[in-house]
């Protein structure tokens, strides 16, 4: 059964730093990993999809690494601003083709100081 | 990219009453998926709403007590029965697509937060 987790659960920074959130997860045959963004109390926004033949996906200040064989993501946050301030969120869509169902890990929660 | 518009937002129930959620999809997408996230947790798949046929619904979790409706590509409900304060939670509404090999990003609606008293 595949296992997501996330480290750190939370995370707490001054405004202008860059940081990095840490997804593993147990099985590494995964077809793609998500990284999502939640706001208190509401939905996903999806931020950065990597298929499992990627290394990486870059989208503005945010880069996404996948290390598939150990098991492995990273979300690189760059010059991070109070407005990043959420709930990150990693899950893993298994491979076979046919499996859609997405396995997520418990989030890291990031606050960025101004 | 698909939006997903789901509603209503929130809500407060009395226990023992059934609230339906509502989900749109501005495009016709392949999968479509409930999931629930209870306070201070992460999300957990209810089931897999099937267009035209039964919901697949996972472990722990039955169509007496969530059922589903799917009439066509792009629309969906999710009942929550006979509720109780447990059923207090984020209900989120997900959809996919499939083209060809690639791209089968996931995306989320906003959720609906229930509070049941």
């Known amino acids: 059964k595949q296992e997501v987790t996330q480290i750190p659960a939370a995370l707490s920074v001054p405004e202008g730093e860059n940081l990095v959130l840490n997804c593993s997860f147990t099985?590494?045959?995964?077809?793609?990993l998500q990284w999502f963004r939640q706001d208190p109390g509401k939905g996903l926004t999806s931020l950065l999809l990597?298929?499992?033949?990627?290394r990486e996906q870059t989208s503005g200040r945010l880069n996404a690494s996948l290390d598939k064989s150990s098991g492995r993501s990273t979300l690189y946050i760059a010059a991070s601003q109070p407005g990043d301030s959420a709930t990150y969120l990693c899950?893993?869509?298994?491979?076979?083709?046919?499996?859609?169902?997405?396995?997520f890990g418990k989030g890291t929660l990031l606050t960025v100081n101004p | 990219s698909a939006v997903i518009s789901q509603k209503p937002s929130r809500d407060i129930c009395q226990r023992g009453t059934s609230l339906t959620i509502q989900c749109q999809v501005d495009?016709?997408?392949?999968?479509m998926f409930w999931y629930r996230q209870q306070p201070g947790q992460s999300l957990t798949l209810i089931a897999t709403?099937?267009?035209?046929?039964?919901?697949?619904?996972e472990s722990g979790f039955v169509i007496d007590k969530f059922p589903i409706s799917r009439p066509n590509l792009t629309f969906s409900t999710l009942t929550v029965s006979n509720m109780s304060p447990e059923d207090s939670s984020i209900y989120l509404c997900?959809?996919?697509?499939?083209?060809?090999?690639?791209?089968?990003?996931?995306?989320f609606g906003q959720g609906t937060r229930l509070t049941v008293v």
């Open positions: 990597i298929q499992s033949s990627q």
């Open positions: 495009s016709q997408v392949t999968m």
């Open positions: 899950a893993v869509r298994p491979g076979g083709g046919s499996n859609y169902k997405l396995t």
């Open positions: 997900s959809a996919s697509s499939t083209r060809g090999r690639m791209n089968t990003e996931a995306f």
């Open positions: 099985d590494s045959a995964i077809y793609n």
């Open positions: 709403a099937n267009q035209g046929s039964e919901a697949t619904y």
